[in-house]
């Protein structure tokens, strides 16, 4: 499903405009730079976090450079912060600068990436480091190009490095439905990567084959119905790999912690195609 949200465009300054020159040489076409802007949509394979839009003040990481991939006229327009206004439903969302350095597009060809969340301490949009802990649904755009200042906007589609693992439990068959915790363990998935915002490619997975546990309280997200606990935890996929096993359990307590129940759903050598980013897999315990 395509979900597109448009966004505002704002002008550093005016339109183009001519100016003559002071000699007998053929009039030179001088252009006022304009803002780089963005908006932004979402892949086709959505398949994470439910929702339309990004989060109301949720930022993106996006860098210009020039067509060749060298500084866009001789400028770092490197992890440039723009920020979300609004939250898509109630009032219209709006992306905007918010850094201290403006990207601005000349006549100069360029092209730009983004990745999400922004992260201050990031250098190299190549070199994103995403982890599981903080269940952060990671995003990159890839190359937007064919910039500059009768183009300005960057329409990036924002594209999902995570995969999730989707249990679903009928209520009928356990004795308690507080959802404390879930944990994984499989040698197809990690805790820890390196996110290149320019291609998706995921690097240096660290974890693989270790216990991955998130708690409630610390983003694990949980739903349920009259009949079914539905539990869902983001991973990190190693595509690299084409099959192997995961071992998921899910603790559960009556609410006050003093009784435990533990879930478990053995699913190894039942996966026989690699894990890929941005998509949803379901198990199920019934």
């Not at 339109?15 to 020159?21: G, K, Q, S």
Request: net charge negative.
């Amino acid at each position: 499903m395509n979900f597109k949200v448009i966004f505002k465009c704002m002008l550093l300054a005016g339109l183009p405009f001519l100016a003559a020159c002071n000699s007998d040489d053929t009039d030179l076409q001088m252009v006022q730079p304009l803002q780089l802007c963005v908006s932004t949509g979402v892949s086709e394979s959505r398949a994470v976090v439910d929702g339309w839009f990004l989060p109301e003040g949720g930022q993106l990481g996006v860098s210009l450079v020039a067509a060749d991939g060298t500084a866009y006229d001789g400028k770092s327009y490197n992890n440039i912060p723009y920020t979300a206004t609004g939250n898509g439903y109630d009032t219209p969302q709006t992306w905007s600068c918010t850094g201290s350095v403006v990207p601005s597009l000349s006549t100069t060809l360029g092209k730009a990436v983004a990745y999400y969340p922004y992260n201050e301490s990031v250098t190299d949009l190549t070199a994103n480091p995403i982890e599981t802990a903080s269940q952060t649904d990671y995003m990159y755009s890839g190359w937007y190009s064919y910039l500059y200042y009768a183009t300005p906007k960057a329409n990036l589609t924002m594209n999902h490095a995570m995969a999730v693992i989707k249990v679903k439990v009928d209520k009928a068959d356990i004795a308690y439905t507080n959802v404390v915790s879930m944990t994984i363990h499989g040698d197809m998935i990690g805790s820890s990567a390196i996110l290149n915002a320019t291609d998706g490619t995921l690097s240096s997975i660290s974890g693989l084959g270790e216990s991955i546990t998130i708690k409630k309280e610390d983003g694990l997200k949980v739903t349920e119905d009259d009949e079914y606990i539905t539990v869902e935890m983001l991973v990190i996929p190693d595509s690299s790999i084409t099959s192997g096993n995961l071992v998921i359990s899910v603790r559960v307590d009556d609410g006050s912690g003093s009784a435990l129940n533990t879930i478990n759903i053995d699913i190894s050598s039942a996966i026989s195609q690699p894990l890929v980013s941005g998509k949803k897999y379901y198990c199920f315990k019934n």
